[in-house]
């Protein structure tokens, strides 16, 4: 899956840790590496060099408009356990925002990590999570709470 984000064109909506949005594609997303260039969705010639660390968290979305109709579900009880696959954590960034979801690569030593949402309709099809931004995380089965 990372392999694909260095050479797709990701739609991605980055949360700043200032509360600003910047919407756009990007395909030089690396984690390891401190900034990524961000096309944006609405001014075709404008890019921006996006430094990681300012982020809060970086959401690879479906559409930039998402569906404000669907009420995303946002508990583990809500699906059936024997589809989901990875580590069951749930986050709490700074702002008081929880997500629920699934990791392959969550380290506490990591500065950030990829999140797959709990619900497969969420707009959101994969996040990654600046550690920095958070102020409560719970792996396994604290993560149910």
């Known amino acids: 899956m990372l392999t694909e984000l260095r050479y797709e064109r990701n739609r991605i909506v980055a949360h700043f840790k200032d509360g600003n949005l910047l919407k756009g594609y990007t395909q030089d997303f690396i984690p390891q590496r401190e900034t990524f260039t ?8 404008s890019v921006s060099e996006v430094n990681t660390v300012d982020l809060k968290a970086l959401f690879f979305v479906k559409t930039f408009k998402g569906n404000n109709d669907y009420v995303e579900r ?12 990875g580590l069951k954590i749930k986050i709490k960034f700074f702002d008081g925002e929880i997500i629920r979801g699934m990791s392959f690569d969550y380290s506490k030593h990591y500065r950030g990590f990829f999140l797959i949402p709990v619900d497969p309709k969420s707009n959101n099809e994969m996040i990654y999570v600046v550690s920095s931004s958070l102020v409560d995380i719970a792996v396994g ?3 149910d709470k």
């Open 38 to 45: 961000v096309a944006s969705a609405y001014e075709r010639e």
């Open 74 to 85: 946002k508990t583990f009880d809500d699906f059936d356990a024997f589809g989901l696959r």
């Open 141 to 143: 089965t604290e993560a």
